[in-house]
């Protein structure tokens, strides 16, 4: 299957923002959404956020909210992440990957999702 390709991933300082990109050509995304997922050394795959291909739903993990904003962009066939305020605590490797019935429902359970990319690095200095 084809897999994501994060990117847009570095070192930033808190407080500082990033803006992360997932493309999702040539996959069929109408009834699926695009998730973001980070994982620490040593810890499991947490949920970030979600969106619908379709129409755009939204869902964020609380520790994200009001800092992070997930987006897609159907024309260029992308899906955005972009993340403020950045703490110490939001290192990690961060991936993309779809759920081909999300637009049913928002799942944060990463084993319902495929397509999984290599993941972007983020690493937030205090």
């Known amino acids: 299957q084809e897999q994501s390709a994060e990117s847009g991933g570095g070192l930033v300082q808190a407080g500082g923002s990033l803006r992360l990109s997932c493309p999702a050509s040539?996959?069929?995304?109408?009834?699926?959404?695009i998730g973001w997922f980070r994982q620490a050394p040593g810890k499991e795959r947490r949920f970030v956020a979600s969106?619908?291909?379709?129409?755009?739903?939204?869902k964020y993990a609380d520790l994200v909210k009001g800092r992070f904003t997930v987006s897609r962009d159907t024309a260029e066939s992308t899906s955005y992440l972009q993340m403020n305020d950045l703490k110490p605590e939001d290192t990690g490797s961060y991936y993309c990957?779809?759920?081909?019935?999300?637009?049913?429902?928002?799942?944060?359970?990463?084993?319902?999702?495929?397509?999984w990319g290599q993941g972007t690095q983020v690493t937030v200095s205090s």
């Open positions: 969106i619908t291909w379709a129409d755009g739903r939204t």
């Open positions: 040539g996959r069929t995304l109408s009834r699926s959404a």
């Open positions: 990957a779809v759920d081909n019935t999300g637009y049913y429902r928002q799942n944060s359970d990463w084993r319902l999702y495929t397509n």
